[in-house]
């Protein structure tokens, strides 16, 4: 019990999660880190090419909410945000876009590991707004169940020179829930 204390005093790791327009499924990750990851984890969201309006996919919020978790401050942002020099430094780097789908991915310069979680945009599912909503809910939860296993890593593994390795690696457990 004394290690999980112990990593606790040392700062959170910093994770930002980027996708093109910031509204949907780096939103979501950035929500469910910040609630799951306790004071180990602290998580960021931006995009290459945010939302003008600055407001996440109200769906996303909707899902958030119905899965109990706090949609306080989050707006979508340009990853320009976190190159400053006043900008939290990040340990590592998830990309959630869906490269099948033809996106760019935004690549990020600097020396934070990095993965890529590859999901699909639940903002293009077309349907009545119940069924575009159960998108939303499905892509949460596959982000969660990554998420969890991210979180659940020993701290040998959540090390600056391990880190990437061990976020990519979960980039291959299948996350299809029922």
Same mark, same amino acid.
């Given at each position: 019990?004394?290690?999980?204390?112990?990593?606790?005093?040392?700062?959170?790791?910093?994770?930002?999660?980027?996708?093109?327009?910031?509204?949907?499924?780096?939103?979501?990750?950035?929500?469910?880190?910040?609630?799951?990851?306790?004071?180990?984890?602290?998580?960021?969201?931006?995009?290459?090419?945010?939302?003008?309006?600055?407001?996440?996919?109200?769906?996303?919020? &909707?899902? +958030?909410? /119905?899965?109990?978790?706090?949609? $306080?401050? #989050?707006? %979508?942002?340009?990853?320009?945000?976190? *190159?400053?020099?006043?900008?939290?430094?990040?340990?590592?780097?998830?990309?959630?876009?869906?490269?099948?789908?033809?996106?760019?991915?935004?690549?990020?310069?600097?020396?934070?590991?990095?993965?890529?979680?590859?999901?699909?945009?639940?903002?293009?599912?077309?349907?009545?707004?119940?069924?575009?909503?159960?998108?939303?809910? &499905?892509? +949460?939860? /596959?982000?969660?169940?990554?998420? $969890?296993? #991210?979180? %659940?890593?020993?701290?040998?593994?959540? *090390?600056?020179?391990?880190?990437?390795?061990?976020?990519?690696?979960?980039?291959?457990?299948?996350?299809?829930?029922?």
């Amino acid at each position: 019990m004394t290690t999980s204390h112990a990593h606790s005093a040392h700062a959170p790791l910093n994770v930002l999660f980027l996708c093109t327009h910031n509204s949907a499924r780096s939103i979501l990750a950035e929500a469910l880190l910040n609630h799951l990851g306790g004071n180990r984890f602290r998580a960021f969201s931006a995009g290459s090419s945010p939302r003008e309006n600055q407001q996440p996919n109200p769906l996303a919020i &909707r899902a +958030l909410q /119905a899965a109990g978790v706090s949609t $306080e401050g #989050l707006h %979508s942002k340009s990853w320009d945000v976190f *190159a400053g020099p006043d900008a939290p430094h990040m340990d590592l780097i998830i990309t959630v876009c869906d490269n099948a789908a033809g996106e760019v991915c935004p690549v990020w310069p600097g020396r934070p590991a990095t993965a890529h979680w590859g999901y699909p945009d639940p903002s293009n599912v077309e349907g009545t707004e119940e069924e575009r909503l159960r998108a939303f809910s &499905r892509t +949460l939860a /596959a982000i969660r169940h990554r998420l $969890e296993l #991210l979180i %659940s890593l020993p701290p040998a593994k959540l *090390a600056k020179r391990k880190l990437g390795e061990s976020a990519q690696a979960l980039a291959t457990t299948p996350t299809q829930v029922a």
